[in-house]
């Protein structure tokens, strides 16, 4: 048995959220300022940040600076769990829209 706040249940927890799963999936499109996730997904640019940011230290996104600007992408993986949760955030994306509105 698991203990509990193992790195593999923390990584269900963390892919367990539809909006991260979608941040995920626009990261792995194109990388993205956190501006243009806000508009993509109807957010404010602080609940953005506040929603990247545990995608941020678990590696599965990294960041850049560009100016005053902050740049975000998906970091490849061979993880299985990453690849379907990547998979399902497409899907959602794609289905709001959001995908086909990348820049």
């Known amino acids: 048995?698991?203990?509990?706040?193992?790195?593999?249940?923390?990584?269900?927890?963390?892919?367990?959220?539809?909006d991260r799963v979608?941040?995920?999936?626009l990261?792995?499109?194109?990388?993205?300022?956190?501006?243009?996730?806000a508009v993509l997904l109807s957010e404010s640019q602080p609940q953005?940040?506040?929603?990247?940011?545990?995608?941020?230290?678990?590696?599965?996104?990294s960041a850049r600076r560009d100016g005053t600007r902050t740049l975000l992408r998906t970091e490849p993986t061979d993880d299985a769990i990453?690849?379907?949760?990547?998979?399902?955030?497409r899907a959602l994306c794609t289905?709001?829209?959001s995908l086909a509105r990348v820049p």
């Open 1 to 18: 048995m698991n203990p509990v706040g193992s790195p593999r249940l923390e990584l269900f927890r963390l892919l367990g959220d539809e």
């Open 22 to 25: 979608r941040l995920l999936a």
């Open 27 to 37: 990261c792995a499109a194109e990388e993205l300022a956190i501006s243009e996730l």
């Open 48 to 61: 953005i940040t506040k929603k990247t940011q545990p995608l941020r230290e678990a590696g599965l996104l």
């Open 82 to 89: 990453v690849k379907a949760a990547l998979e399902e955030g």
């Open 95 to 97: 289905e709001d829209g």
